[in-house]
């Protein structure tokens, strides 16, 4: 009976050694480190930039097809206006494409090189939610004017948005963690290291 429990307190301390001895030889560190918001103006005028990108691939798409329809000269003046608009408007679906994610683009561009560090799919997410005020004035505007702003608050909604976008998820902290064992008694290593 003796040697029964003295076998096994000796089990028992083993396995409380070892497990004591697997806890020092690991070590987790978070550590919080606070976003730069980098620059308004920079980010405004990034996106314009992108927006300024958009018309000039507008009218490199557009004009090259303008140029192959023929002239009312040379056929009705209805099959020229047919060409044109066909022209008009595979230029417009590409540029309206590729506007979103040059203007997100500029805005990122922009605030990365002035120190801010946000987020490309938020500002883009940003964008797109900044576009409902304009398509919900455009579903109930019937005049002329009222048709023209609303095509006019499209894009200037969707800069606004993509720039609180990138400012709300560059200023969020961001939160490190490190999972890193000191070493065992074969003198390995291993760090694992995410960040939230």
Do not use: H
Not at 99 to 104: E, Q, R
């Amino acid at each position: 009976m003796a040697l029964g429990v003295t076998l096994l307190g000796a089990v028992s301390g083993s396995a409380s050694a070892q497990v004591a001895d697997d806890e020092d030889r690991w070590e987790i560190e978070p550590t919080q480190s606070p976003r730069s918001q980098g620059s308004l103006v920079a980010e405004v005028l990034g996106g314009l930039g992108g927006m300024a990108l958009s018309v000039g691939i507008f009218e490199a798409i557009y004009q090259p097809l303008l140029m192959r329809c023929p002239s009312i000269e040379e056929s009705s003046g209805e099959q020229a206006s047919d060409c044109k608009s066909i022209s008009s408007a595979t230029a417009g679906l590409v540029t309206l494409a590729a506007a979103p994610f040059l203007v997100v683009g500029g805005v990122s561009l922009a605030g990365g090189a002035t120190g801010g560090n946000g987020g490309y799919g938020w500002s883009l997410i940003g964008g797109l939610l900044a576009l409902a005020p304009g398509i919900m004035f455009l579903s109930v505007a019937d005049a002329p004017v009222a048709i023209g702003a609303g095509i006019a608050l499209l894009p200037i909604g969707f800069l606004v948005g993509a720039v609180i976008g990138y400012r709300i998820t560059s200023t969020a902290p961001t939160v490190n963690a490190t999972i890193a064992p000191t070493s065992d008694r074969r003198g390995a290593m291993l760090v694992i290291s995410g960040t939230i």
